[in-house]
Every structure is written in structure tokens, then in C-alpha cells.
């Protein structure tokens, strides 16, 4: 399968594309596939013919809780670029590619409140929901309605899950098992003022931006927070600024490995080892990880 012979309209399809291109990590080898889809039929018509020739399939958003590996992906990447958005009333129904972003300073200007204690954050909608994206003690959780997905290995079945169907926990979700394919979300917010929702907005850009180093290439925090409290523990252990080839702890926050020169997935991979070697050896536990890591096969 090189030439895409599909009636599918919307999309690009690369082949041998460069997924360092595809996450805010910089790291990665190729895809032998990439599609970039405009549209949720687009995405679905993609899933169904990556099944039908049996290729193996991961669709991304923004590619911000990804470590691809250093020998890229042996199948098809699928960047989810599906961004239409409605509101109706106080609901709002966005496609799971939608930049989280986008949609923070669109519902302030409805003067709508719940989304504004995550501006900052690097996420599409889907991400956000598989990962159960959370900042500042509020959960994109607390604000879902329903998600509509479908099974990856029935792609034109449609199914609407409710927020317990979801079953969202800490950073994850039903969704986590790479099973499904979100197209929608219907979020539900609150009527606030336009002032105040720019002032919180602005607080937590503040905050994150002081406290984490948003201006280098990471993917966030790198380890769950359980018993132990990663970062500081990390600290602790005078672990912080510890480099491994080109992947870093970050000396801003601790709880962030960088991209600091050319890091290699392997360099990342080493470091985590490293971390989670030393921690065992004080505390008999080891740091369960935040980010994915993606494997080739
Ligand atoms: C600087 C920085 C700061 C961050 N701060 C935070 C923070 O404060 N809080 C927080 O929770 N996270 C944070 N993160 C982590 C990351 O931004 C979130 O996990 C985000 O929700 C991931 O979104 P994404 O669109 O990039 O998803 P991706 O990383 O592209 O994908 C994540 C997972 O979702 C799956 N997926 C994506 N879209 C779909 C879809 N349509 N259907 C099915 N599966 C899908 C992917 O296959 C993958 O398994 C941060 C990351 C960075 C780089």
C-alpha cells in the first residue's frame, strides 16, 4: 500500500514522515505512514482503510504526552486536525482535533467559564480527554457530557459514552487502551464574566509559565503523582539538571525531562531508568510514568 487509492477527501498522507514534526518532545523517527485529517469523516474513512490493509494505527492530536520511538512508527500516524466547534446555549460541541487553546478564548468571548485553568496546556480535545487533562485541582472531566467515539475494530459504529462511562480516573480515562477513536465531545460550561474568566486565565498562564519550562521541548510532566511527589522528590535526591545525552532534567521544574540537545528516545528512556533506579533504591517504589511512550512496533 503506497498510493492511496481510497475515495477520501481532506487529508494528507506522507510516507517516511519525520515525527519529531508531530510532538512538542522533538524526538522520534519516521512514520512510515502519516495522515493529516481535516475532518471526522475524513479520520473515520482513514481508520476503516488502515484496517482494511491492516495496518496498525495511532491517532494523535499535538503529540504532548508522546515519546515516539527512535525508530519511528511502523505503521500510520493519524494527526487528528478536525476543528469545527458549535455552542449551543451554554454546551459545547467540539471535535476531538479542536486546539484546546482555540477553544479557551472562544468560550470567554461567550463569556463562558470552565476551560480557563488549562490555557497554556499544549492539547487537542481527544488528547485532553484520553489522558483526562487536569491543572490547577479542575478536571476536563468535570466539565464532559458525552463523548462520542467508535471501537477502532468497528469504525462505523457510533457510540455516545457518557462522563461515568468514561471512566476517568488520575491522567486516564477508558480511552487509554488505544481502542478508540473520539470524533466528539459535548463539554458543558458555566455563564461567567468575560473580565473574570481573562483574569483566571491569565493567573494560570502566569503560574505555569513561572513554574514550568514551557519554552523548551518536553511533554510535560513525566511521572504520575501517587504517595510520592516526583518533582520534589527529585529534588530531594539532588537529581535535578541531571542530563543523559541530550534529554535533561529540567532546572525549572523537576518534574520535566527537556529536549536540551538532539535527545535521542533512548536518552529519555535512559534518564527515566536512571530516576526511577535511584528512587527505588530510597524508597522501594518507582515513579509510574505520565507520559506514553510510544513503541515502534
Ligand atoms: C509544556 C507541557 C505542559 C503540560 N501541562 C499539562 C497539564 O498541566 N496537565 C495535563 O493534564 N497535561 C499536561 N501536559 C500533557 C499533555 O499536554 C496532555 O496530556 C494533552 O492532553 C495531550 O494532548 P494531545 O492532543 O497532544 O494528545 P497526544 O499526545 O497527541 O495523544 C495522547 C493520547 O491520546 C490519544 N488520542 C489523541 N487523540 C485521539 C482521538 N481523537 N481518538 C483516540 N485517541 C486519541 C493518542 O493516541 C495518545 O494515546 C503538558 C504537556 C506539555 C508539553
Given at each position: 500500500?503506497c498510493?492511496?487509492?481510497?475515495?477520501?477527501?481532506n487529508?494528507?498522507?506522507?510516507?517516511?514522515?519525520?515525527?519529531?514534526?508531530?510532538?512538542?518532545?522533538?524526538?522520534?523517527?519516521?512514520?512510515?505512514?502519516?495522515?493529516?485529517?481535516?475532518?471526522?469523516?475524513?479520520?473515520?474513512?482513514?481508520?476503516?482503510?488502515?484496517?482494511?490493509?491492516n495496518?496498525?494505527?495511532?491517532i494523535?492530536?499535538y503529540?504532548?504526552?508522546?515519546?515516539?520511538?527512535?525508530?519511528?512508527?511502523?505503521?500510520?500516524?493519524?494527526?487528528?486536525?478536525?476543528?469545527?466547534?458549535?455552542?449551543?446555549?451554554?454546551?459545547?460541541?467540539?471535535?476531538?482535533?479542536?486546539?484546546?487553546?482555540?477553544l479557551?478564548?472562544?468560550?470567554?468571548?461567550?463569556?463562558?467559564?470552565?476551560?480557563?485553568?488549562?490555557?497554556?496546556?499544549?492539547?487537542?480535545?481527544?488528547?485532553?480527554?484520553?489522558?483526562?487533562?487536569?491543572?490547577?485541582?479542575?478536571?476536563?472531566?468535570d466539565?464532559?457530557?458525552?463523548?462520542?467515539?467508535?471501537?477502532?475494530?468497528?469504525?462505523?459504529?457510533?457510540?455516545?459514552?457518557?462522563?461515568?462511562?468514561?471512566?476517568?480516573?488520575?491522567?486516564?480515562?477508558?480511552?487509554?487502551?488505544?481502542?478508540?477513536?473520539?470524533?466528539?465531545?459535548?463539554?458543558?460550561?458555566?455563564?461567567?464574566?468575560?473580565?473574570?474568566?481573562?483574569?483566571?486565565?491569565?493567573n494560570?498562564?502566569?503560574?505555569?509559565?513561572?513554574?514550568?519550562?514551557?519554552?523548551?521541548?518536553?511533554?510535560?510532566?513525566?511521572?504520575?503523582?501517587?504517595?510520592?511527589?516526583?518533582?520534589?522528590?527529585?529534588?530531594?535526591?539532588?537529581?535535578?539538571?541531571?542530563?543523559?545525552?541530550?534529554?535533561?532534567?529540567?532546572?525549572?521544574?523537576?518534574?520535566?525531562i527537556?529536549?536540551?540537545?538532539?535527545?535521542?528516545?533512548?536518552?529519555?528512556?535512559?534518564?527515566?531508568?536512571?530516576?526511577?533506579?535511584?528512587?527505588?533504591?530510597?524508597?522501594?517504589?518507582?515513579?509510574?510514568?505520565?507520559?506514553?511512550?510510544?513503541?515502534?512496533?
Amino acid at each position: 500500500m503506497c498510493s492511496v487509492d481510497m475515495k477520501i477527501e481532506n487529508y494528507s498522507h506522507l510516507l517516511d514522515a519525520d515525527l519529531k514534526k508531530f510532538c512538542t518532545f522533538k524526538i522520534g523517527g519516521k512514520a512510515k505512514h502519516l495522515f493529516i485529517v481535516h475532518s471526522n469523516n475524513t479520520l473515520l474513512n482513514v481508520c476503516s482503510f488502515c484496517n482494511v490493509h491492516n495496518i496498525k494505527y495511532k491517532i494523535i492530536g499535538y503529540g504532548s504526552n508522546l515519546l515516539f520511538d527512535d525508530r519511528g512508527y511502523n505503521g500510520a500516524i493519524i494527526v487528528n486536525k478536525s476543528e469545527n466547534f458549535i455552542f449551543r446555549k451554554n454546551y459545547l460541541y467540539c471535535d476531538a482535533g479542536v486546539n484546546l487553546n482555540a477553544l479557551i478564548n472562544a468560550s470567554m468571548n461567550k463569556n463562558l467559564s470552565g476551560l480557563e485553568f488549562f490555557a497554556g496546556i499544549p492539547s487537542s480535545v481527544g488528547g485532553a480527554i484520553v489522558n483526562s487533562l487536569g491543572a490547577f485541582n479542575h478536571q476536563i472531566s468535570d466539565l464532559v457530557e458525552e463523548v462520542i467515539c467508535y471501537k477502532k475494530s468497528d469504525p462505523k459504529r457510533r457510540i455516545i459514552l457518557s462522563k461515568t462511562d468514561c471512566k476517568f480516573g488520575y491522567r486516564t480515562s477508558t480511552f487509554k487502551d488505544d481502542k478508540f477513536i473520539i470524533t466528539r465531545v459535548k463539554l458543558r460550561l458555566t455563564l461567567g464574566e468575560k473580565s473574570s474568566i481573562l483574569e483566571r486565565m491569565k493567573n494560570c498562564l502566569t503560574k505555569k509559565s513561572r513554574t514550568q519550562p514551557l519554552d523548551k521541548y518536553s511533554a510535560g510532566s513525566v511521572f504520575k503523582r501517587s504517595t510520592l511527589i516526583p518533582a520534589k522528590i527529585i529534588d530531594e535526591l539532588g537529581l535535578k539538571g541531571k542530563q543523559i545525552g541530550g534529554a535533561k532534567i529540567s532546572n525549572k521544574h523537576s518534574g520535566f525531562i527537556i529536549n536540551k540537545e538532539n535527545a535521542t528516545s533512548i536518552d529519555v528512556q535512559n534518564l527515566i531508568k536512571y530516576i526511577n533506579d535511584v528512587v527505588y533504591q530510597k524508597y522501594n517504589q518507582k515513579f509510574e510514568l505520565e507520559i506514553e511512550i510510544v513503541p515502534y512496533k
